[in-house]
């Protein structure tokens, strides 16, 4: 079958493209509330805490699974309908969870969302690079991608703030409409768009024979690694280590929040023009904050404002690296964003797992030297992935 390629419309659709944003602030916020829930959750349903953590988890497995084969299953189905499925199945999820008797329910509902975390995400940077002109590709990213940081906001401070209040099973509740809201606003906005014919599993890990892909990719594992080494243990250095207040944490993890929306959508003004020395500087900087907060002494009121700069520069990762799938295959972005999502998962979960290891026998230090080493091989990598790019296409990154 001849390849499909997709142009770039002449008109941005710039109301489709917040309804993305919308769509992904409530997937994440769906995803990351029982963080700040669990031990409600627990209480209320006869758990451990550990238990509860492990729906954080399922929706992680599901994701990478979903991310993976979403293009085989779906392959000529009309991704308008694909991401309208999701967001119908997201809701659907929260309100199981919501109204779960048991674990296992609640388990079951989580498993369901993390197949609508995978799926949507695996469309994402491709159906966003369908909306817009070439030229507005970047900003157009930028706000999709802001909504990882509304949800961050969502998910950390005002959940646990809420949660207090109506209680965990009402959090989920709100979610579900959160859902709703990105649901009627897609459906109104998304306009028809094609699937690719050549997108499968086959297809995709093909593209892996790739050196300068497989590195780039491999770089993405490292890039968000190190970030998630130390955001997972963030609560515990701000409640423990620096012995923050309740009412200080809450404002310092709002205010990080903020911080990562802004960076976000600055990150897709400088990408379009300056998208090489951008991720490099980026990554640069996010190293020396490591650093930094290795050496800090752990004094309060420096190490917030360096916790407040670690999430603004978090903000370029996700725009720059769908950036990198939106200059370097643009036309197979849908292959190339579910192998992202399947190593970005694949980086959160394995930064969790090694990051709860070095927590527990070299405490927070041990977390921020590992952090800075992972962001010094994320760098390598990237440079190796341009380097490589370019001598495979004879096109140099700007």
Same mark, same amino acid.
């Given at each position: 079958m001849q390849q499909q390629t997709h142009q770039p419309p002449a008109t941005a659709h710039w109301s489709a493209v917040f309804s993305l944003f919308m769509g992904v602030t409530s997937l994440i916020s769906a995803e990351f509330v029982p963080i700040s829930l669990l031990t409600p959750i627990a209480k209320s349903l006869n758990i451990t805490e550990g238990m509860a953590g492990q729906t954080v988890t399922a929706v992680g497995i599901f994701a990478v699974i979903a991310s993976l084969f979403l293009s085989s299953v779906a392959k000529t189905t009309n991704r308008r309908t694909v991401l309208l499925i999701m967001s119908a199945m997201l809701i659907a999820a929260n309100t199981l969870i919501a109204f779960a008797p048991n674990y296992i329910l609640l388990l079951s509902g989580r498993c369901l969302l993390g197949l609508c975390v995978g799926s949507f995400w695996s469309l994402a940077s491709a159906v966003t690079i369908q909306l817009v002109p070439e030229k507005e590709v970047s900003r157009a990213l930028s706000i999709v991608y802001a909504g990882v940081s509304v949800a961050t906001i969502i998910s950390l401070p005002l959940a646990s703030y809420l949660g207090n209040i109506i209680g965990w099973r009402s959090i989920f509740l709100l979610t579900a409409l959160l859902g709703l809201a990105a649901f009627i606003w897609q459906f109104f906005s998304l306009p028809a768009l094609p699937a690719h014919a050549d997108s499968n599993f086959k297809q995709m890990l093909l593209l892996l024979k790739q050196p300068w892909v497989?590195?780039? *990719? &491999?770089?993405? %594992? $490292?890039?968000? /690694?190190?970030?998630?080494?130390?955001?997972?243990?963030?609560?515990?250095?701000?409640?423990?280590?620096?012995?923050?207040?309740?009412?200080?944490?809450? *404002? &310092?993890?709002? %205010? $990080?929040?903020? /911080?990562?929306?802004?960076?976000t959508i600055i990150a897709g003004w400088i990408m379009h023009k300056h998208f090489k020395p951008s991720m490099i500087i980026s990554h640069i900087i996010l190293f020396i904050l490591a650093v930094t907060l290795l050496f800090s002494h752990n004094n309060p009121a420096t190490d917030s404002a360096l916790i407040v700069a670690w999430g603004f520069m978090f903000g370029f990762l996700p725009v720059g690296w769908s950036t990198w799938i939106a200059i370097t295959l643009a036309n197979k972005a849908e292959m190339m964003g579910g192998l992202s999502v399947a190593a970005i998962q694949f980086a959160i979960g394995l930064a969790a797992a090694i990051g709860g290891i070095i927590y527990d026998h070299q405490g927070i230090a041990g977390i921020f030297l590992s952090s800075a080493l992972i962001f010094i091989a994320a760098l390598l990598l990237i440079k190796t992935s341009f380097a490589l790019y370019t001598r495979a296409t004879a096109k140099p990154f700007s």
């Amino acid at each position: 079958m001849q390849q499909q390629t997709h142009q770039p419309p002449a008109t941005a659709h710039w109301s489709a493209v917040f309804s993305l944003f919308m769509g992904v602030t409530s997937l994440i916020s769906a995803e990351f509330v029982p963080i700040s829930l669990l031990t409600p959750i627990a209480k209320s349903l006869n758990i451990t805490e550990g238990m509860a953590g492990q729906t954080v988890t399922a929706v992680g497995i599901f994701a990478v699974i979903a991310s993976l084969f979403l293009s085989s299953v779906a392959k000529t189905t009309n991704r308008r309908t694909v991401l309208l499925i999701m967001s119908a199945m997201l809701i659907a999820a929260n309100t199981l969870i919501a109204f779960a008797p048991n674990y296992i329910l609640l388990l079951s509902g989580r498993c369901l969302l993390g197949l609508c975390v995978g799926s949507f995400w695996s469309l994402a940077s491709a159906v966003t690079i369908q909306l817009v002109p070439e030229k507005e590709v970047s900003r157009a990213l930028s706000i999709v991608y802001a909504g990882v940081s509304v949800a961050t906001i969502i998910s950390l401070p005002l959940a646990s703030y809420l949660g207090n209040i109506i209680g965990w099973r009402s959090i989920f509740l709100l979610t579900a409409l959160l859902g709703l809201a990105a649901f009627i606003w897609q459906f109104f906005s998304l306009p028809a768009l094609p699937a690719h014919a050549d997108s499968n599993f086959k297809q995709m890990l093909l593209l892996l024979k790739q050196p300068w892909v497989a590195t780039g *990719i &491999l770089a993405t %594992i $490292f890039s968000y /690694g190190g970030y998630h080494i130390f955001f997972t243990y963030l609560r515990p250095f701000l409640q423990h280590t620096l012995s923050l207040p309740a009412n200080t944490l809450s *404002i &310092l993890l709002l %205010i $990080f929040g903020i /911080g990562n929306f802004a960076g976000t959508i600055i990150a897709g003004w400088i990408m379009h023009k300056h998208f090489k020395p951008s991720m490099i500087i980026s990554h640069i900087i996010l190293f020396i904050l490591a650093v930094t907060l290795l050496f800090s002494h752990n004094n309060p009121a420096t190490d917030s404002a360096l916790i407040v700069a670690w999430g603004f520069m978090f903000g370029f990762l996700p725009v720059g690296w769908s950036t990198w799938i939106a200059i370097t295959l643009a036309n197979k972005a849908e292959m190339m964003g579910g192998l992202s999502v399947a190593a970005i998962q694949f980086a959160i979960g394995l930064a969790a797992a090694i990051g709860g290891i070095i927590y527990d026998h070299q405490g927070i230090a041990g977390i921020f030297l590992s952090s800075a080493l992972i962001f010094i091989a994320a760098l390598l990598l990237i440079k190796t992935s341009f380097a490589l790019y370019t001598r495979a296409t004879a096109k140099p990154f700007s």
